[in-house]
Every structure is written in structure tokens, then in C-alpha cells.
């Protein structure tokens, strides 16, 4: 698994509006031994001006968030950073969705049945892209 310290300035963003999927993201990648800064947002709003400032490795990014939504926050990131690594995540698996996300220049996605070993797993090959 890529390590984030070893990468530009190892640090993740997880933008979702769900606090309990924030802290399973968080327990998944602190239980990998990967360091390295989280930042936090519950909008898509916040996710971008967060983006701003800085200039996450990765983002997990929720596609339905009030305020602003995934693709919405998506594509503001990705006008900053072409090159940003982003994850999208769902509760649904509204393949269309998830397909928009993917071809906007998502890197992954993860639908929100998932475990702690798959959001690594998930991470680790968009992180080795």
C-alpha cells in the first residue's frame, strides 16, 4: 500500500455528511499505519475551501452532501488540481452517478456498504495511480 507520508504532503480529505462514515474512514486508514493530517468536511462547500487551503493527496468525497454536492465539489477541485486524487463515495448505487463521478476524473469509488479492508484497499490503488 502507498504510504502517505511518503507522498507530496500526506494528507487526506474525507468530505461526507455522515459523521459515523468519516470516523469508519478514519479507523480504516489509522489502522493501516498510514500517517499523516486528515481534514474533515461535512458539505460540499467546505470540502472545496478546505481543497483551497490544503491541498489534500486524496480526497474521499461523498456525492450527495447538502450545500454543495460531490460533483459539484468534484469539479471545483479538479479546475485547482488537475492532477488530484479523488475517491467518490455513495449509499446508493445509482451507477450513473457513479459513472458521472468517474468520468468528471474521479479515481475510485466506493459504495457505503463497505468495510475497512476494502477502503484501503481502494485507497491504495489510487494512491499507486
Known amino acids: 500500500m ?3 507520508t511518503q507522498s507530496k504532503n ?5 468530505a461526507d455528511d455522515s459523521e459515523a462514515i468519516r470516523v ?3 479507523e480504516a486508514i489509522a489502522t493501516s499505519g498510514m500517517k499523516g493530517k486528515i481534514f474533515e468536511a461535512d458539505d460540499g462547500v467546505d470540502a472545496v475551501k478546505l481543497f483551497k487551503e490544503f491541498r489534500p493527496e486524496l480526497v474521499i468525497l461523498d456525492i450527495f452532501m447538502p450545500k454543495a454536492d460531490g460533483l459539484q465539489a468534484l469539479k471545483a477541485m479538479l479546475v485547482l488540481d488537475k492532477k488530484v486524487k479523488i475517491i467518490i463515495t ?4 445509482n451507477q450513473k452517478l457513479v459513472s458521472d463521478g468517474i468520468k468528471l476524473g ?6 457505503k456498504q463497505f468495510d475497512k479492508q476494502f477502503v484501503l484497499h481502494t485507497i491504495g490503488n489510487v494512491l499507486n495511480q
Open 10 to 14: 500526506g494528507s487526506i480529505l474525507i
Open 90 to 93: 455513495s449509499s446508493t448505487d
Open 106 to 111: 474521479a479515481r475510485g469509488a466506493l459504495l
Open 2 to 4: 502507498a504510504s502517505l
Open 24 to 26: 469508519l474512514i478514519k
